[in-house]
């Protein structure tokens, strides 16, 4: 069974400073890992995916997440934190090896940046 | 920003009523899907295609319907709403059936039925 978690329900950082949204998840094959941001009144947007290859990847907005394989980990981070950073951030896994095509979610964290 | 787009966007009904909800996108994606969102909770899949003539049951059971008869067209009905299926409904879409591709979403459906 697929299963994402993310830790902490609300992140608050200081503008400048570095973030960091966690996310572990367990799946049975291979992980296809996403993180997606949910602005007020908006839809998710895509931020990010890891399918294959370097562990470092890089999406939009400045964002990054790291894969670790042996922590079954996929944080999202990125070096120094904006007020317009502040939104709802969702981390989502789907196993790459079986056919399935659901793509599990976590709660979601609400990261706010203090000005 | 993504071509996807939900109508309408708040809908306050009473208890019995046949509702749909409207999902269109112009990307010519093969692939769309339906959500359920509580709030503060995560999203849980309620239907998805694979294409036109083609529907599949998601995880979490719903008593609501879909079709797809065209590629940009995905509505999810409600022939008889009840309180218990206030939530926020975000339907999305993905270009091809490859596991890897990611889904872009429309801005949600919140549904209140009293």
């Not at chain 2, 071509?3 to 010519?28: A, F, H, N």
Request: proline share 5%; with cysteine.
């Amino acid at each position: 069974a697929q299963s994402v978690a993310q830790p902490e329900d609300q992140v608050n950082v200081a503008e400048g400073n570095p973030l960091t949204v966690k996310c572990t998840y367990s799946v049975s094959g291979n992980p296809y890992l996403f993180w997606y941001v949910q602005y007020p009144n908006r839809g998710l947007q895509f931020l990010l995916k890891y399918i294959t290859g370097d562990n470092l990847v890089k999406g939009s907005y400045g964002f990054e997440a790291e894969f670790n394989k042996s922590q079954t980990s996929f944080h999202l981070k990125k070096p120094s934190a904006l007020v317009s950073d502040s939104a709802l951030y969702f981390c989502a896994v789907r196993d790459g090896s079986t056919g399935a095509n659901n793509l599990f979610f976590g709660t979601g964290t609400r990261l706010t940046v203090i000005p | 920003e993504a071509d996807i787009y939900q109508t309408p966007r708040y809908l306050v009904i009473g208890t019995g009523k046949k509702i749909t909800l409207e999902c269109s996108q112009t990307m010519g994606h093969d692939k769309m899907y339906w959500y359920q969102q509580d709030p503060g909770m995560e999203l849980h899949l309620i239907h998805y295609s694979y294409g036109v003539n083609s529907t599949e049951k998601g995880d979490l059971s719903s008593e609501s319907t879909v079709s797809r008869i065209r590629t940009e067209h995905f509505p999810l009905t409600l022939e008889s709403a009840r309180p218990s299926h206030t939530s926020q409904y975000l339907c999305a879409s993905s270009e091809g059936l490859a596991r890897r591709d990611e889904q872009f979403f429309g801005p949600g459906t919140r549904l209140t039925v009293l």
